[in-house]
């Protein structure tokens, strides 16, 4: 549907240097991943999907509805969300991502996001969405940063890679368009170029808020 593209939201890593899922850090008496879900819900878009890998059942102790959102979608604060498995999340969150896309539905566009990247303000965000181009990325000061935009002619692919290889990153694959087809939105949201990989940066976060 024009300008709803769907989000896909990956958490699926190890959290080896936070110490606990990052998903599962407390925000304002919140879940961090129903935060993050809250701020999608403040959008247009309205479908969602969540990668999964490691420690996958932490998540459906914390929030059971996140299990049954595996065989169908669950409907969460006017979103309505599926969970995708990766079962090989020991090669990386690119494998997270093939896993996911390869349930995205055809001539879909999607807002790629991490779940340590805090989710960019309504304004902000929307300008992304609005903005058309193959690919659409945040850029504040000159870093680009998350979400990052894809229509469908990029993001398929990506499923033919093999995530063993070193080159199957979405960094360097995303080097390799023609820059005609990439668009950078200048935002005043730092968010975009955080990365809350450990207690050090969740505190600090947590602090400027």
């Known amino acids: 549907m024009k300008n709803k ?11 080896e240097r936070m110490g606990t899922d990052k998903g599962l850090l407390k925000f304002n008496n919140n879940y961090w991943i129903l935060e993050q879900l809250n701020r999608i819900s403040n959008l247009t878009i309205q479908e ?6 490691f420690h996958s059942q932490h998540y459906f102790e914390a929030i059971p509805w996140l299990k049954n959102a595996i065989t169908d979608f669950v409907n969460y604060q006017n979103l309505i969300i599926k969970v995708i498995i990766n079962n090989t999340p020991e090669l990386g969150s690119f494998s997270t991502l093939q896993t996911v896309l390869k349930k995205v539905p055809e001539k879909s566009t999607i807002i790629l996001n991490h779940i340590d990247i805090p989710i ?11 903005t058309e181009n193959d690919i659409v990325i945040p850029n504040y000061k000159g870093k680009n940063g998350h979400p990052i935009k894809l229509s469908e002619n990029v993001w398929s692919s990506l499923l033919d890679l093999d995530a063993t290889k070193a080159d199957s990153r979405l960094d360097h694959q995303l080097k390799k368009v023609n820059p005609i087809k990439i668009s950078t939105v200048e935002v005043f949201d730092r968010a975009v170029i955080l990365n809350l990989n450990t207690k050090k940066d969740w505190n600090s976060f947590l602090e400027n808020q």
């Open 120 to 130: 960019l303000n309504t304004t902000e965000l929307n300008e992304i969405i609005l």
């Open 5 to 15: 593209p769907v989000f896909v939201l990956l958490a699926g890593g190890k959290s």
């Open 48 to 53: 969602v999907y969540i990668g999964l890998g």
